[in-house]
């Protein structure tokens, strides 16, 4: 018996974190800053649990009755949780009030259970053992959860059933509770059947998770989605209507199949041009294939080594029909050498020297993304370009986050680095903006690889000027102790979409 309750105790305070975790990556999925919605989560979720803690003080007849009651009611809050922000993003305009009610919910039933289970074994133990026994096991389980949160459970299952998996956990722990504590329940026959049911309702919700995800994200994304999937890093979605292929990673678009030529033409072909003989180019991010693919257009290239965080994100372009004919099986050429890496820690340890490197990360919409537009980032590309070499960086938009822009053009030159912005017209995303820059003047190219489907020579000067509303503004330095223009980057996307 004293094995099975301390289990429950460990178990309880699994389920508790991974609620907790849910909670804070469907946020951080959804909305975007991470730092900002774990931050908030975590505190709106801990102080539910004072709260919890405190009002246990006000139960004092039926406490076993009331703690198989308690885990019954977490089971299905929080079993449910994934599934009902993904359906409350999707279906209202509340999504905010909905996810602090859940965490405020699930922390106060949280925060009552401990205490509860405290009080219902104290007669069992001295209350110096009651205390060790409870937090040593209470702890446990929360290291448990977070490590079987990131390396298991979203990769494999997916945020919805996660969750519906923790869930129907808690139910059996609510099960077994009516075993343990048997004596102290008048009517334990009646919270097993009702402990059953619970359970019945959470594996119903576990068989069809996929259904439930699949019903918000229809809602979510416009067109038919083909392929979804968490993966460690991102919740990445493909959708597919007529001949358009759209990629979105974390619900942000990456790409539209209908003109991504025009963004990656003008992201690699205005710098890898003007280099002389370029034989050894560097992608950072890209885990698409299609900067490669330009890339590619060089035979005179010798290799290409691609650094993306995701080897979900590799794999999957590098397999699904759809991906490699857009991308042109660029991951395939024996040319091409993919390594799966965090970009800030290999340009750390690697040694290699490159001619061209190509700087393709997601915008910079949290501390995370914003750590790989900093001069310190910039610094460590310097020591892997070749001395007449060039990188180029995707610095989002100079029309829309006007002084993101201009922050990431003063970082590159913070980084000693000579900077030449320019920007191109993208149906998909309106105006975007890119930094091309090196240790050397740049001297536009004299020649483009055949069959451009939009960059032409007439046109290139013309990338280079701004028009007064996008022209620059005075920023500081985006700088690793103060990221400056992941704030700027939030501010000014949200003045746009109100």
């Not at 995800?213 to 989605?225: F, K, M, Q, R």
């Not at 020297?353 to 310097?382: C, E, H, Q, R, W």
């Not at 006007?402 to 590159?412: A, G, N, P, Q, Y």
């Not at 017209?425 to 890119?434: A, D, L, N």
Request: aromatic content about 14%.
């Amino acid at each position: 018996m004293a094995v099975l309750l301390f289990i429950s105790i460990l178990l309880i305070a699994a389920c508790g974190l991974i609620y907790e975790l849910i909670a804070g990556t469907v946020a951080s999925y959804l909305v975007g800053d991470s730092v900002f919605q774990f931050s908030t989560v975590i505190g709106s979720y801990l102080f539910a649990m004072g709260i919890g803690s405190f009002l246990s003080r006000f139960i004092h007849r039926g406490l076993a009755y009331r703690f198989v009651w308690i885990e019954l009611i977490v089971a299905l809050v929080g079993g449910f949780s994934s599934g009902m922000l993904f359906l409350a993003f999707a279906f209202t305009q509340g999504f905010q009030i909905f996810l602090y009610l859940i965490v405020i919910v699930l922390g106060v039933l949280v925060g009552l259970e401990i205490p509860l289970l405290m009080r219902i074994i104290r007669g069992r133990y001295h209350f110096h053992e009651v205390v060790s026994h409870v937090l040593t096991f209470d702890y446990i389980g929360a290291l448990f959860a977070s490590i079987l949160f990131p390396v298991v459970l979203v990769p494999q299952l997916g945020l919805v059933r996660s969750a519906l998996f923790f869930g129907i956990v808690n139910a059996v722990v609510a099960l077994w509770s009516t075993f343990l504590f048997k004596g102290q329940l008048a009517s334990p026959r009646r919270l097993q059947v009702m402990c059953v049911l619970v359970m019945g309702l959470l594996v119903a919700g576990l068989v069809n998770g996929k259904r439930i995800t699949g019903l918000a994200e229809d809602n979510i994304y416009a067109d038919e989605i083909i392929f979804s999937r968490d993966t460690h890093y991102q919740h990445i979605v493909l959708t597919k209507w007529k001949d358009d292929l759209r990629l979105f990673l974390n619900s942000h678009l990456q790409f539209s199949s209908r003109d991504e030529y025009r963004y990656h033409e003008a992201l690699v072909h205005p710098g890898l041009s003007a280099i002389s003989t370029p034989r050894r180019v560097l992608v950072l991010g890209g885990g698409d294939g299609l900067a490669v693919r330009e890339v590619l257009k060089y035979r005179q290239i010798e290799s290409v080594t691609l650094v993306d965080l995701d080897p979900e994100m590799t794999h999957l372009f590098s397999t699904h029909p759809f991906l490699t004919a857009l991308n042109q099986k660029s991951f395939l050429s024996p040319k091409v050498h993919i390594i799966n890496a965090d970009a800030f820690l290999w340009l750390d340890t690697a040694q290699d020297v490159f001619d061209f490197v190509i700087v393709d990360f997601p915008d910079p919409t949290n501390y995370n993304l914003g750590k790989l537009y900093t001069t310190v980032f910039y610094s460590a590309l310097s020591r892997h370009l070749s001395r007449q070499g060039l990188f180029v960086v995707q610095s989002t938009s100079p029309m829309f986050a006007r002084k993101s822009f201009w922050c990431i053009v003063e970082t590159v030159k913070q980084a000693g680095f000579k900077a030449y912005p320019y920007h191109v017209y993208v149906p998909s995303f309106g105006e975007w903006g890119f930094v091309l820059a090196g240790h050397n003047d740049y001297t536009p190219p004299s020649t483009l690889p055949p069959n451009m489907r939009f960059l032409t020579l007439a046109g290139l000067p013309g990338m280079f000027e701004f028009p007064p509303d996008m022209a620059p503004v005075t920023m500081p330095a985006n700088r690793l102790n103060d990221q400056v223009l992941v704030r700027t980057y939030d501010r000014e996307w949200r003045e746009i979409s109100h």
